[in-house]
């Protein structure tokens, strides 16, 4: 069965301080893994798609990698703005479905 | 194009009532996903249409649950019946066809319907 765990559920962080996420995923077959920041009582927003082991990608303070069992989403010197649930999810492929972990709510104090 | 749009934001309602939610995708996006969240869980996946075609469902989704996309534009989902356990945030999102690389797309999210039940 498709699963994605994310952890820690929670982290807490001082500004400048680095630290990374991990979604580990069981899938027979990966299709891609996504990356998305939620801010309360708002939609996902998407951050990253990566396709294959040995990938990464970048974006701001953001660094996404991909194994073949895990994915790390690097956080470098995270300002409060940062501050939002990112979510993991998973589509298997010759499937439709997107499979989502619960996420890890990350607060970066100032 | 502003993104995803999802109508009502907000809606209360008491046990036994239908409700219905539209999403109006981005223009010329021709895959369309409905999901539920609850709270501190990840998007819980309900239906995918591609076009007008509604291609999966969720084999969680109850036979309370209908969603149409007619004329493969915006969407509809309806609950028959509400019951206090469907209280969530129904999110809907859409993606593009990308040529030569069917399903390597990346969803965009709309900002959600929260519905309580009372």
């Known amino acids: 069965e498709d699963q994605v765990t994310q952890s820690p559920e929670a982290l807490r962080l001082q500004e400048g301080e680095s630290s990374s996420l991990n979604c580990s995923y069981t899938?027979?077959?990966?299709?891609?893994l996504f990356w998305y920041r939620q801010d309360p009582g708002k939609g996902p927003e998407f951050l990253f798609t990566?396709?294959?082991a040995g990938e990464e990608k970048e974006k701001e303070r953001l660094k996404a990698t991909l194994t073949k069992k895990e994915s790390f989403l690097h956080i470098t010197a995270p300002k409060p703005e940062d501050s939002a649930t990112y979510l993991c999810?998973?589509?298997?492929?010759?499937?439709?479905?997107?499979?989502f972990g619960t996420g890890t709510s990350l607060t970066v104090i100032p | 194009d502003t993104g995803v749009s999802q109508n009502p934001r907000h809606k209360i309602t008491k046990r036994g009532q239908n409700v219905t939610f539209r999403c109006d995708p981005i223009s010329e996006h021709n895959r369309l996903y409905w999901y539920r969240q609850t709270l501190g869980q990840g998007p819980e996946f309900l239906t995918y249409?591609?076009?007008?075609?509604?291609?999966?469902k969720s084999r969680l989704l109850s036979d309370r649950f209908s969603a149409e996309r007619p004329k493969g534009s915006f969407s509809t989902l309806e609950i028959q019946r509400t019951e206090q356990g469907d209280s969530a945030m129904y999110l809907c999102?859409?993606?593009?066809?990308?040529?030569?690389?069917?399903?390597?797309?990346?969803?965009?999210f709309g900002p959600g319907t929260r519905l309580t039940v009372l």
């Open positions: 999102a859409s993606s593009p066809r990308l040529g030569g690389t069917a399903g390597r797309s990346e969803q965009f």
């Open positions: 990566l396709y294959s």
């Open positions: 999810a998973v589509q298997r492929r010759g499937g439709n479905q997107f499979y």
């Open positions: 249409f591609q076009n007008e075609a509604q291609l999966e």
């Open positions: 899938v027979s077959g990966l299709r891609g």
